[in-house]
C-alpha cells in the first residue's frame, strides 16, 4: 500500500537536545511539507520542498532544518533554538503541478514531540 | 492573502441527526478549497474537494459540501450522522504561491457524537 509513514509516534526529549523525525512516501510525490498542529490553531506550515535537493522556508521555520536527499525522505530536525518545540507534526506529500494546485496533500500519522 | 475561518470550536450532535460544519473563506480568486477529518492522534484524510463545476461536491463516508461564491462558503454536510464521525474537522483553501501549493488550514471543528 502506498502512503507516509512517520517514525516515531511519540518522541520525548531533554530541552537543549536536537531531534530528528523521519518522514518517508511511496507515493512517488515530489512535493513534501511539514506541518505544525498545536490545540486550537489549525497546522502551520514549516517547511516544504518541490524538489530533490531543495527546499524552502514555510511559515514558522525558525529553530527547524530540513533536507532532502531522496525523493522518499523529507526528515525534520528539531533544533535547540526552538523555544517551544512541544506539538505534533505532520508530514504531508503531494503532485507536483506547476499548473494547478488542485491535487490534495496525503498526510502521515503524525509524531507527538515531547520536550521538557 | 488568504484565510479561512471556522467558527465552531467544538459541536456535538446525536447519533442519527443531520450535521452542518461552517467554513468561509476569503480568497481574491477562484478558491481551491478541501475538507480533511483527523481521527485523535492521527494525521488528516481528505473528504472532499472542490475547484471548478458544480458547486454541489460530494465526498468519502456519505460527506458532501456546497460552495457559495456570493457567501465565500463552503459548509460540510452530512444528512445522518454516525458515532464513528466523531473527530475533527478542518476546511482549507489552497493556491498557488512562488510554484508550490500555499494550503491555508481553518483552526478545526471538534466534532462530539452522543448516542
Known amino acids: 500500500d502506498g502512503g507516509i509513514t512517520q517514525s516515531p509516534k511519540y518522541l520525548f526529549r531533554k530541552e537543549g537536545q536536537n531531534v530528528t523525525l523521519s518522514c518517508e512516501q511511496n507515493?512517488?510525490?515530489?512535493?513534501m511539507y511539514w506541518y505544525r498542529q498545536d490545540p486550537g490553531q489549525g497546522l502551520r506550515l514549516i517547511y516544504y520542498?518541490?524538489?530533490?535537493?531543495?527546499?524552502q522556508k514555510g511559515d514558522i521555520a525558525e529553530g527547524y532544518s530540513v533536507s532532502r536527499e531522496k525523493k522518499e525522505s523529507f526528515p525534520l530536525t528539531v533544533t535547540s533554538a526552538q523555544k517551544n518545540p512541544t506539538a505534533f507534526y505532520l508530514c504531508?506529500?503531494?503532485?507536483?503541478?506547476?499548473?494547478?494546485?488542485?491535487?490534495?496533500?496525503?498526510f502521515g500519522p503524525g509524531t507527538r514531540l515531547t520536550v521538557t | 492573502a488568504q484565510s479561512v475561518t471556522q467558527p465552531d470550536i467544538h459541536i456535538t450532535v446525536s447519533e442519527g441527526a443531520s450535521l452542518e460544519l461552517r467554513c468561509n473563506y476569503s480568497?481574491?480568486?477562484?478558491?481551491?478549497l478541501f475538507w480533511y477529518v483527523q481521527s485523535p492522534g492521527q494525521g488528516l484524510q481528505l473528504l472532499l474537494k472542490?475547484?471548478?463545476?458544480?458547486?454541489l461536491v460530494q465526498g468519502i463516508k456519505g460527506f458532501e459540501a456546497e460552495f457559495k461564491r456570493s457567501q465565500s462558503s463552503f459548509n460540510l454536510r452530512k444528512p445522518s450522522v454516525h458515532w464513528s464521525d466523531a473527530a475533527e474537522y478542518f476546511c482549507?483553501?489552497?493556491?498557488?504561491?512562488?510554484?508550490?501549493?500555499?494550503?491555508?488550514f481553518g483552526t478545526g471543528t471538534k466534532l462530539q457524537v452522543i448516542p
Open positions: 504531508a506529500s503531494s503532485v507536483q503541478d506547476r499548473l494547478s494546485p488542485r491535487y490534495e496533500q496525503y
Open positions: 507515493l512517488n510525490h515530489d512535493a
Open positions: 520542498s518541490q524538489i530533490v535537493n531543495d527546499f
Open positions: 480568497y481574491g480568486a477562484t478558491p481551491y
Open positions: 472542490y475547484f471548478s463545476g458544480d458547486t
Open positions: 482549507a483553501v489552497v493556491r498557488y504561491s512562488g510554484g508550490y501549493q500555499k494550503v491555508t
